[in-house]
């Protein structure tokens, strides 16, 4: 069980520039979460899935596309990178239909956008 | 607007001791869950605790335990015996509905330094 995998691990762009950060959980889990962390600001939802097909937006999903066509895969793009998305992205999964589920977090991936 | 509010961006224990860390939080419902996670340098997020509004019974997983106060709305997580291996950022949260996953509202976070 590789549980929450992420990748890149580590990424720099140029303002304007597009990529997709990739999640994959192989628990089995429907519902799957993209945060942020900023520092001092702990983390912030950005999207949320509660199953293939079904996504919603969180606290922060202002320049994030997300869509969920398998339940192992979760990405999330950023449409055109911004200097204020400079962060550390956590993909997380959880198998509770309640909200007592513990979520599973990815290692992250620590973005720069210069 | 449900907030999460830890307001010790820093705390130290001596190893071997006991120390709590604060959390509140604001809301307007009545069935809901808190968690406490913990991140260490690893930057892996690991689930300390958790507890259900309904129990009024606080939560405990070995060493760690909690204050619950819900008319208060306080949430704080006691560490008792405290190790050299628990000194990481510890982060309070709420579950946003009570009747889905993977909603959780974060704190700001306790930065815990344990000397030895």
């Known amino acids: 069980n590789a549980g929450v995998t992420q990748t890149p691990k580590f990424q720099v762009l140029k303002t304007g520039q597009s990529m997709t950060l990739q999640c994959a959980q192989d628990?089995?889990?429907?519902?799957m979460s993209w945060y942020r962390q900023d520092p001092g600001m702990g983390l912030r939802l950005i999207h949320y899935?509660?199953?293939?097909?079904?996504?919603d937006q969180g606290e922060v999903p202002n320049g994030y596309n997300v869509s969920r066509s398998t339940t192992e895969d979760f990405p999330l793009r950023l449409l055109s990178a911004a200097p204020s998305q400079t962060s550390v992205y956590f993909c997380a999964s959880s198998y509770s239909p309640s909200g007592s589920g513990e979520q599973f977090f990815g290692p992250g991936t620590r973005l720069t956008v210069l | 607007a449900q907030t999460v509010t830890q307001s010790q961006p820093e705390m130290s224990v001596q190893e071997a001791e006991t120390v709590t860390l604060s959390c509140t939080y604001d809301?307007?419902?009545?069935?809901?869950?808190l968690f406490w996670y913990k991140q260490p340098p690893s930057r892996q997020m690991i689930l300390v605790i958790r507890q259900e509004a309904y129990k009024q019974q606080n939560a405990t997983e070995n060493r760690f335990s909690v204050n619950f106060q819900k008319a208060a709305k306080s949430f704080s997580l006691k560490i008792s015996d405290s190790q050299l291996g628990d000194a990481a950022m510890y982060f309070c949260?709420?579950?946003?509905?009570?009747?889905?996953?993977?909603?959780?509202?974060f704190g700001q976070g306790t930065e815990l330094s344990v000397k030895p």
């Open positions: 899935s509660v199953g293939a097909g079904i996504t």
């Open positions: 809301t307007s419902e009545s069935d809901y869950y």
């Open positions: 628990m089995n889990h429907e519902y």
């Open positions: 949260a709420y579950n946003q509905d009570y009747n889905q996953g993977g909603k959780l509202i």
